[in-house]
Each structure stands twice: as C-alpha cells, then as structure tokens.
C-alpha cells in the first residue's frame, strides 16, 4: 500500500501560480511512476500530468503543456506540481496518483490516490 496526501491547494487569481506537493508513505515512492488527475465539479476526472519513477521523463495533457511542471525527489518521498500561468479552467481538485504502469494516462491505470487538494482561480 502506498499513503498519497496532496497539499498546497487554494485560491489564486487568474495569472498566478501556486505549488501543489504529494507526500508519500507506506511502500518505496521510487518504485512508482506518479501523476496529477484533476476532476472539477460536475467532470469527469482528467489526467493532468505525469513522472517517471527516476523523475527523468515527465508528460502532461496538452491543456496545460508549458504552464505546468511537474517533479519528484526520492529521498523525500515527495512529487510537486508547479502551476503558473493559472487560468479560471483550472479550477478543479487535484489528485496525487501512484502507478506501476509507465507513461499511464487513463484512471484505470493508477494504482493509488490521495484525497485530493482544492484550487480555485478566480477571474
């Protein structure tokens, strides 16, 4: 089992940028690719970006591809989500995710979630 708990959510205006963390415990983060899913209400929850278990390949939906950076320290068992540039639309709650699978984008693939994170943009 791994334990996945997001923090760093909150209200941000439109342009600005706020960091999302997941920490991690339970079974070693290094042996699991992680990823960011977003679900804003009434939605259905959307992959939003993705890492390799090392951290050196990373992936993101096209909608937030040069806005958005995700990366990982293994020692610290923890994942960061950098979003600048932040837009209404991106409204939602942020999920931490853990995978076996490499490269995964579909919910079924993840194996492990947080509880989610609350971002709010307003206009």
């Known amino acids: 089992q791994v334990q996945l708990v997001e923090s760093g959510g909150g209200l941000v205006q439109a342009g600005g940028s706020l960091r999302l963390s997941c920490e991690a415990s339970g079974r070693t983060f290094s042996a699991y690719n992680m990823g960011w899913f977003r679900q804003a209400p009434g939605k259905e929850r959307e992959f939003v970006a993705g890492?390799?278990?090392?951290?050196?390949?990373?992936y993101y939906a096209s909608f937030v591809k040069g806005r958005f950076t995700t990366s990982r320290d293994n020692a610290k068992n923890t994942m960061w989500l950098q979003m600048n540039s932040l837009k209404p639309e991106d409204t939602a709650t942020y999920y931490c995710c853990a995978a076996t699978t490499t490269y995964a984008r579909a919910k079924e693939n993840w194996d492990y979630w947080g509880k989610g994170t609350l971002v709010t943009v307003s206009s």
């Open positions: 890492i390799t278990r090392n951290g050196v390949g990373t």
